[in-house]
């Protein structure tokens, strides 16, 4: 049973994501283009702990973290971007 | 393994599954930016939260201890998810992304922009 609901847990995120690149290539403004992108961060952490609770290993973990650390930062440095036309003031 | 441990893991994977598609399907369907910032919100909190949490049962019943990792990452998402839907809304406002047209109060968004209290207090005050 829990095969088959990982299997199944697994289809949703692919069909997620494939609706975030969807987002992020018709997205009438950059702002949706951005909001796509850190949802496929977030979609993205969440099909890689499930691929590391499928293989029953730890060994993913430090990556999803790493992929949440990067995805805020970047979402941040993108709106600030847009904001002020400067990151580091 | 026990098969209440695993109705327990696959039920808390299928919510947080389930949460992460409404998510999406919400950034696809809704009309306007600033209604399609709410999706995704649902999708970080509750359906990351969901396959978090059936990770942590499933690694401790595997390992025999408790495992904290998951908890790091939850926290983190939870105090990073609505600072980043706000400078994105943020954004939005000072771009002037057209909103819908049954957006009600739209006559103080210019004044929010320029970071000013509402226009009817200002009157009642006078």
Known sequence: MLDWSMIAVGVMLCIALVLNLWRLLIGPHVVDRILALDTMYINSIALILLYGMYNGTQLYFEAALLIAMLGFVSSVAFGKYLLRGDIIE | MNFWVELLISVLLLLGGVFVLVGSIGLIRLKDLYVRLHAPTKATTLG????????????????????????????FLVITAPVTAHILAKVALHHE??????????????????????????RDKD
């Not at chain 2, 939260?49 to 990452?73: A, F, K, R, T």
């Not at chain 2, 992304?97 to 207090?121: C, F, G, I, W, Y």
């Open chain 2, 48 to 75: 990351l939260g969901g396959i978090l949490l059936g990770s942590m049962v499933y690694m401790s019943h595997q390992h025999g201890y408790l495992s904290i990792h998951e908890l790091l990452i939850t926290l």
């Open chain 2, 97 to 122: 992304v057209a909103m819908m047209k049954r957006t009600r109060n739209q006559h103080h968004v210019d004044t929010a922009r320029s970071q000013l209290p509402p226009q009817e207090q200002s």
